[in-house]
């Protein structure tokens, strides 16, 4: 095959222009046309070792999949794509793909890597449009599994076992399944139908979701296990990491997971139609550099009566654990990032915010490690006037699930801890993935975590 | 589904509801809550498991009307279902065999003060229940409080009915009676249990308060309902909500109450607005 000339750069997604996206909720990027997307698949040079493929937590054949969008073959493309992943649509959104397939892509080395998300998503959504292939279900096994919460976890999990046959039941804490996706993550990154699209299939599966119940409280893990052959916990990582400086619990500062709840899960950005309120004043901080802390700026920048919106970080841009491309979108909404910065104490006035006194920092020389430590400079606090702060600063596990159980074992910061093959915990039968065993991490590795264990529930199932 | 089975109205703006809720029901202790919300638009809102049956598979609520989910709540009749509940959220009670409890309740405080104080009860301690109202057409659950108390009082501000004055007042009396007190266990409106608090901590005599901060999902997720306890940030909704009233920032929760005053004050007008015929004002 004699050597083709292939464009540099990546085709670009169409997207909305900040000017008119910043008005509503609705997704920003409007997603590859079947043109655009078989003009990018083109850009992929299938190369036989498939670097690519090694990149992705859960192997997507992804010079296959290419392949079948480059020939026009989208809703094949599509099943290919989920004999290893099963959502497909919100992965190709989520996914810090520069850091996981596109890092890898060979032709990364000479412009930029191949758009595999956006292609990814494109065939995830083609095929949702016309029609997604009813999911074959083996015979019934008679075996009961129990599955707490309803994050991509707890979906693909519940997803991979009823196809084996067995019979699943879901419990979620909240009124609504989806988990980060629904109450978390924003629909202007990731519209909440495509998680419902996603659920429906659950259902189709024959898979039972109890909402409203909270195992620890409406029921203990030890009445699942008695109660079920098996049990897959999948609880995330929920309970917000506060920082303890002055004035945390002044009027106008919230934990990121209120503050998206509030907004996303509870439709108060439709207040007072929906019932929900949310504070935010003019100015709003968001305190943190991660996905959470650009979704809380992107989220407050669209709120009615908010003129700005600051992102506060200790380090540089360049270690904001946040994918690039959310950066990048915040900024172009007209975030105001202040990085090098450090909050020493919120400021508050007749018990409501007015403030937050900040202090600059530098980078120390790189240690060991390679890490460039933040350091106060001395002398250098100042103040920025604001009336609502968000602390998106991290979160851990929450504790709840594991109420009144006896011999699980919990790491040092309060994560489940398993065995890294099977997703095995300590207790018999009882199996944990997602969040909940990493503290924070992402949509794809939950699902990793899920397959793998519904792989070893199954076996156990028979050895039982 | 959680079906309405009945529905009566205790005083001016206070409803009492009987819900079914089998599994709630089932695991509810002394001091527990559930989290409701009444339609898709709508918001969350904890309340107190007033009592519990687990034979009928039922928890009853009881509901002052202050904003507008509670008025909203109020529209519903029996027979009509509640979209959502979740439960029993939050610790129960801590009881033990103390001796002689005191137990403190105004307005919608007597939903968690009257199954705390039937745990009280069968914790076997004897138990004095002061009850405040602030006028006698606003005084309910006089009877049922009565069968679980050794002694009732009942005040009102106004002295329309029992003694005249406040809890504290009452409470106060009994402390000079010289009577021994060993536990204090009060819920309500935050200002009454501050002064319930200031009262007892002079005395030394131990004292638990059941908070009311806002909430939203009511499992420790979101960080809306903290308190500052002995100087600590703690989460009323796994934490508590139960915590030692001498430890409290009273003056911090009361400012939390108020950070959606505004914006409740407009939804609930907005809501009165198109909801004029349901028969509450
Ligand atoms: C704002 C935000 C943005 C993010 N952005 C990205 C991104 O761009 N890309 C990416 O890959 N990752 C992102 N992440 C991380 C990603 O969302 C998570 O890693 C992923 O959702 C974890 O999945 P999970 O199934 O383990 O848990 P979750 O999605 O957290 O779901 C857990 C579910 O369990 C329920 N639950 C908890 N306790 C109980 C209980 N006791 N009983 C019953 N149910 C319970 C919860 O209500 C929840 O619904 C983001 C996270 C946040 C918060
Ligand atoms: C653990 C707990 C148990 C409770 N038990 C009872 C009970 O048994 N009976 C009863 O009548 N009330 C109870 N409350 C208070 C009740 O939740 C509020 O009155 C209700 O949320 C008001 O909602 P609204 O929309 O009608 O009023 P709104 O107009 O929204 O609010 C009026 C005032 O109620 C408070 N409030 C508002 N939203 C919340 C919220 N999500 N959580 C808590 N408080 C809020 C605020 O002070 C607010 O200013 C309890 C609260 C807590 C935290
Ligand atoms: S699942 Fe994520 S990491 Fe894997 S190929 Fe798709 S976008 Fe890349
Ligand atoms: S590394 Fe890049 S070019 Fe190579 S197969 Fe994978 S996607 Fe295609
Ligand atoms: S209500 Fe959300 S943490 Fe308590």
Redesign the interface.
């Known amino acids: 095959m004699g050597k083709k000339e292939i464009r540099k750069e990546k085709i670009p997604v169409p997207e909305r222009s900040a000017r008119e996206r910043i008005k509503d909720f609705k997704e920003v990027k409007l997603g590859y046309t079947p043109e655009l997307a078989i003009e990018e698949a083109k850009r992929c040079i299938q190369c036989p070792t498939a670097p690519c493929v090694e990149g992705c937590p859960v192997r997507v054949p992804i010079p296959q999949f290419i392949e079948l969008i480059a020939e026009g073959k989208f809703v094949d493309a599509a099943r290919k794509i989920k004999e290893e992943n099963v959502l497909p649509s919100i992965c190709g959104r989520v996914c810090p793909q520069e850091d996981q397939c596109e890092k890898v892509c060979v032709v990364g080395k000479l412009g930029q890597p191949v758009n595999i998300g956006a292609l990814e998503a494109f065939a995830g959504d083609y095929e949702a449009k016309v029609g997604v292939e009813k999911p074959k279900k083996a015979e019934s096994t008679g075996k009961k599994v129990a599955v707490i919460g309803s994050g991509p976890g707890g979906i693909t999990c519940a997803a991979d076992l009823a196809k084996l046959g067995h019979s699943v039941t879901i419990f979620e804490a909240l009124h609504e399944p989806g988990g980060v996706l629904i109450y978390g993550i924003p629909e202007f990154r990731l519209p909440n139908e495509i998680v419902y699209g996603e659920l429906d299939v659950l259902k189709e599966l024959g898979v039972e979701v109890k909402l409203n119940y909270v195992i620890g409280k409406t029921k203990v893990l030890e009445e699942l296990r008695n109660e079920f052959d098996a049990v897959f916990i999948a609880s995330g990582a929920g309970l917000p990491y506060m920082l303890n400086i002055e004035g945390l619990n002044l009027n106008g500062v919230y934990a990121a997971n209120e503050f998206l709840t509030r907004v996303n899960l509870m439709g108060a950005y439709r207040f007072p139609d929906y019932d929900t309120p949310v504070f935010t004043g003019k100015r709003v901080a968001v305190i943190g550099g991660g996905n959470t802390a650009m979704d809380v700026a992107r989220t407050a920048k669209r709120l009615n009566g908010v003129e700005e919106v600051y992102i506060i970080y200790r380090r540089s841009e360049k270690e904001m654990p946040a994918r690039v491309e959310e950066i990048h979108h915040a900024q172009e909404e007209g975030v105001v990032f202040q990085t090098l910065t450090n909050p020493v104490k919120f400021l508050g006035e007749n018990g409501w915010l007015k403030g937050i006194e900040c202090v600059r920092m530098e980078l120390s020389e790189p240690d060991e490690s390679g890490r460039r430590r933040p350091i106060p400079i001395e002398g250098s606090n100042f103040v920025i006037d604001i009336d609502a702060a968000v602390l998106a600063i991290g979160q851990g596990p929450n504790p709840i699930v594991m109420e009144g159980v006896d011999g699980l074992d919990i790491g040092k910061w309060g994560q489940i801890v398993v065995d890294s093959e099977t997703c095995k915990t300590s207790l018999e039968g009882v199996f944990a993935g997602g969040d909940v065993i990493h503290g924070g991490s992402t949509v794809i590795q939950a699902m990793g975590d899920a397959r793998k264990a519904a792989a070893a529930i199954h076996e156990y199932l028979f050895e039982n | 589904m959680y079906r309405i089975l009945k529905k009566r109205e205790l005083a001016e703006n206070v409803d009492e509801f009987v819900v079914e809720a089998s599994?709630?029901a089932k695991?509810a202790e002394p001091g527990q809550f559930v989290i409701v919300?009444i339609?898709k638009?709508?918001?969350?809102i904890p309340l107190t498991i007033a009592e519990k049956d687990c034979d009928a598979g039922t928890i009853t609520l009881m509901v002052q009307r202050v904003g507008?989910?509670t008025f909203h709540l109020s529209c519903l009749e029996e027979g009509h279902v509640i979209?959502?509940?979740?439960?029993?959220?939050g610790k129960p009670t801590h009881l033990e065999k103390w001796g002689h409890v005191v137990c403190i309740g105004g307005g919608l405080g007597l939903a968690p003060v009257h199954h705390i104080a039937q745990g009280v009860k069968d914790a076997e301690n004897r138990i004095t229940t002061i009850m405040g109202f602030r006028r006698e057409d606003l005084v309910f659950w006089e009877e049922k409080m009565k069968l679980i108390s050794d002694r009732l009082i009942v005040t009102t501000n106004d002295g329309s009915y029992g003694m005249k004055g406040l809890v504290t007042d009452a409470l106060q009396e009994l402390i000079d009676s010289g009577e021994e007190i060993n536990m204090v266990i009060t819920a309500g409106p935050v200002p009454m249990m501050k002064a319930v608090a200031e009262l007892t901590k002079k005395y030394r005599i131990p004292t638990v308060a059941s908070l009311n901060p806002v909430m939203?999902?009511g499992?420790?997720?979101?960080?809306?309902c903290?308190?500052?306890v002995n100087g600590e940030?703690k989460f009323a909704c796994?934490d508590g909500p139960e915590f030692d009233a001498h430890k409290v920032e009273f003056d911090?929760l009361i400012?939390?109450l108020?950070?959606?005053k505004t914006?409740?004050g407009?939804?609930l007008k907005?809501f009165q607005k198109k909801h004029c015929g349901c028969g509450k004002e």
């Open positions: 599994e709630i695991k919300r339609s638009k709508g918001e969350r507008k989910t979209t959502d509940v979740v439960g029993p959220l939203v999902d499992t420790g997720m979101c960080g809306a903290r308190v500052t940030v796994v911090e400012n939390r108020n950070m959606f914006l409740e407009e939804a907005e």
